[in-house]
């Protein structure tokens, strides 16, 4: 049987892992990292500029007239637009170099907007704010239902003044423009085949938490995969959460997640292409955008004959985070990462996130999972790292409210 305090903690690790990785979202290149922040070991601002940002100029093309005509609401960006390119707005910043890890292009440092700009010490991103209307949806209307999320995330996205947060991710604006143009909201999600960037954590973390919901991992992740296809078709993130929904019922009820963890490492394959290969390849084509399709397929759906459990024994900071491993968004590269960083920690709480922390990349994403798994194990959460949050009063009340309907 789940115990319900785990449940509880569990939910308040991921807002709280959100909250401490969102200043150092993105960066890759650790010294720029250390620079800004030294080591990340609590709640810090979004500074500005941001070294590695190239948020500005990301596109959001959705289908005006259409959208009009049907009356369906097409605004995601309200008063974040100007960091977008966009049919119904003129961009007056300009990406002029080719640089980060990644090699893409970006405006000149003074106008490397942070991805979060404007998020204060404490504050949560738009990924765990979309967390927090899954969870009203299931309060409001006493249990789960599709039809009802959908249309409380239209509501959420499309409302002005919801959303402090810049950083749309890219499955949001793909989601809106193809229900812009009159695709029915259960299959308005795009697919990894048709772009790179939807197999990413981002699509584990919802469909994660509402397995909680359920009797079974054997039910969870028929639900967390229905629920994950709604805005994300990716084989990678289906491919996680055959492994994350049954690693985190097993948490939930018994102990000993050491051994737990080294039993779940058995079921995940690495992937072939490392880290270090995975960052040059992205630089050498000036940006992952540039890579031919059926390249990149293969780039993160070829495994190789290891499996993660014969490498942990040896794992050090320096052969897995970025190495080994890249920090990117990738869920193949990424969950390989969440398990080193619990494993290395022995499963401690406030260790085990503010590693991530520290690692960079896509940290939030991967941290809202570990926060997870990691919450899921934890006895206690640090008071102060809960009271920390700007709506922790709000965010308390939610998880006293959802933890009702997890069974």
């Known amino acids: 049987m789940k115990d319900i305090l785990k449940i509880e903690n569990a939910l308040w690790g ?22 800004d922040f030294g080591e990340i070991k609590g709640y810090n601002d979004a500074t500005h500029p941001h070294p590695e940002s190239f ?59 942070h991805y979060h700009h404007g998020l204060k010490a404490g504050e949560n991103t738009l990924g765990a704010n979309l967390v927090r209307v899954l969870m009203r949806s299931i309060i409001k209307n006493g249990g789960y239902e599709q039809k009802v999320f959908l249309e409380d995330f239209i509501t959420y996205m499309t409302c002005e003044d919801t959303n402090n947060d810049p950083y749309l991710e890219i499955y949001i604006r793909d989601w809106f423009e193809n229900y812009s143009k009159g695709i029915a909201p259960e299959l308005c999600a795009n697919s ?35 629920h994950q296809e709604l805005t994300h078709r990716s084989q990678n993130i289906s491919s996680s ?35 270090e290969e995975l960052s040059k390849i992205y630089h050498d084509f000036q940006g992952p955008g540039n890579i031919p399709k059926e390249q990149m397929w293969k780039i993160h759906t070829e495994y190789s004959d290891e499996f993660l459990n014969e490498i942990l024994p040896n794992a050090t900071d320096e052969n897995m985070i970025t190495k080994r491993f890249a920090t990117s968004c990738y869920p193949e590269q990424g969950v390989p990462l ?4 619990l494993h290395k920690n022995h499963f401690d709480f406030t260790s085990s996130l503010f590693d991530n922390a520290n690692a960079g990349g896509d940290n939030v994403h991967r941290g809202m999972i570990l926060g997870l798994l990691s919450g899921a194990s934890s006895k206690q959460i640090p008071e102060s790292l809960k009271t920390g949050l700007i709506e922790y009063k709000a965010i308390k009340d939610e998880i006293e409210s959802f933890i009702r309907f997890c069974k």
């Open 192 to 226: 990894q085949r048709e772009r790179w960037s939807i197999g990413s954590h981002g699509g584990i973390i919802r469909p994660l938490l509402l397995s909680l919901t359920t009797k079974s991992s054997y039910e969870g992740l028929g639900v967390a995969i229905s």
């Open 241 to 275: 959460l055959g492994v994350l929904v049954p690693f985190l019922n097993e948490l939930l009820s018994r102990n000993e997640p050491l051994k737990l963890l080294k039993e779940f490492a058995k079921k995940i394959p690495l992937i072939k292409i490392h880290g």
């Open 55 to 113: 948020m500005v100029g990301n596109q959001y093309f959705p289908d005006i007239d259409t959208a009009n005509k049907l009356g369906r609401r097409y605004d995601i960006l309200h008063r974040h637009i100007r960091f977008y390119n966009t049919p119904y707005n003129h961009l007056s910043i300009s990406a002029k170099v080719h640089a980060g890890e990644h090699g893409n292009a970006m405006p000149e440092l003074e106008e490397r907007y």
């Open 338 to 341: 969440i398990f080193y960083f």
């Open 14 to 35: 991921l807002f709280i892992s959100d909250a401490i990785c969102m200043p150092a979202h993105w960066y890759y290149k650790l010294e720029y990292l250390k620079k």
